[in-house]
């Protein structure tokens, strides 16, 4: 919370400070990353400080605090030996025991990702929701320093999306974690006097907050924020806020409450552009995923507006009673129509199968 609202003031004090010219180098950056295209489509997708064998995947080795949580037992994080290669994650009791049966082994494609850290207390965690034929099975990770966890939370990310650590994009995520990690950190002075600076934190904070907090708290705490992202120009306050907000769990999920078929209490049903969450309404936790990659089909019975959803090891059925369910129709035609376009700039939109997909003719 103190992240977003030290870079929104950061904003605020440089939209009134003249700013470099953003296309003065424009023609040099398109021709490079022009190049730096060509150069992917030739090699592959792997360069930079992977091995030079294309045919090889990454792998990643590393002792990790483990937990998996139970109730009515108290266990804390225990060592364990972890391996991750492709988008498997196998555990061992120790290095030495590589070549046995791992004590766990799981396909991270599908599962739900997120983080829990505490930078001031040295806490890196992960936490894995791995579909299971009866639900989300949950599973902590635990890392020793930032270095790691931006390895073994990039190398997560790309799994649950069915890609591995050879994909180009692992190294720009790696950084983007580290880079959003370094903004976190504590600092000892703020760059700003607050006996100058007047700061309404009801602008910057969560109502939820200043309920919790003095102003005067509030304000010292978002000064000592900001003294981490005081250089960055307006461009990059702005960029870093919306990296920062795609970083978060929720990102990118509309919510509608539905009763499921042979269900009399209400649900939560998270639509997100990859996968539909099932979840619990008064915890918000996942309780099941589908990714729409593996969807059959999907379609409504507009006589008891039931919405039916078809994939490869399930079936939905459900009504919204929140919305219309053509409202979710379209949320998850709309979706599917995105994916299916290219990243080419120059395509012509193919409005007949938009409005099949979200509208629901044939």
């Not at 103190?2 to 950061?10: E, R, Y």
């Not at 769990?249 to 099932?278: H, Q, W």
Request: net charge negative; charged share 25%; hydrophobic share 40%.
């Amino acid at each position: 919370m103190m992240l977003f609202a030290a870079l929104q003031l950061q904003a605020q004090l440089q939209s009134s400070v003249p700013q470099p010219d953003l296309y003065a180098s424009k023609e040099p950056d398109d021709i490079d990353a022009a190049l730096n295209e060509l150069q992917v489509s030739l090699e592959g997708s792997c360069i930079g400080s992977h091995d030079s064998d294309l045919t090889s995947i990454p792998e990643l080795g590393d002792y990790l605090k483990y937990l998996k949580p139970k109730k009515f037992t108290l266990k804390g994080f225990k060592s364990y030996w972890f391996t991750f290669k492709n988008t498997h994650l196998c555990q061992y009791s120790s290095k030495d025991d590589v070549n046995e049966t791992p004590l766990m082994e799981v396909n991270l494609r599908g599962c739900e990702v997120s983080s829990d850290v505490n930078i001031s207390a040295a806490k890196y965690s992960i936490k894995l929701q791995i579909p299971v034929p009866e639900g989300m099975s949950e599973v902590w990770l635990r890392c020793e320093n930032e270095q790691q966890y931006s390895r073994w939370m990039a190398a997560c990310r790309l799994a649950c999306k069915g890609k591995t650590m050879a994909d180009s994009s692992y190294e720009s995520e790696v950084a983007s974690i580290l880079a959003l990690l370094s903004m976190q950190q504590p600092t000892s002075a703020a760059v700003i006097n607050p006996n100058q600076a007047d700061i309404q934190p009801e602008y910057f904070i969560a109502p939820r907050f200043l309920k919790k907090f003095k102003t005067k708290q509030i304000a010292q705490r978002i000064l000592e924020a900001h003294a981490n992202v005081s250089e960055l120009s307006l461009y990059e306050a702005k960029i870093n806020y919306v990296k920062a907000w795609q970083a978060l769990p929720e990102f990118g999920i509309t919510y509608f409450t539905v009763k499921f078929r042979n269900s009399k209490k209400e649900e939560l049903l998270g639509i997100a552009f990859n996968r539909l969450i099932r979840m619990d309404i008064n915890t918000g936790s996942a309780l099941k995923t589908w990714r729409y990659n593996s969807m059959k089909s999907w379609n409504i019975n507009w006589e008891v507006k039931e919405m039916m959803v078809q994939f490869e090891e399930d079936n939905l059925a459900f009504y919204c009673t929140c919305a219309n369910c053509k409202v979710v129709h379209e949320f998850i035609g709309g979706y599917i129509f995105c994916s299916m376009r290219s990243k080419e700039s120059n395509q012509s939109l193919d409005e007949e199968l938009f409005h099949k997909l979200t509208g629901g003719w044939s």
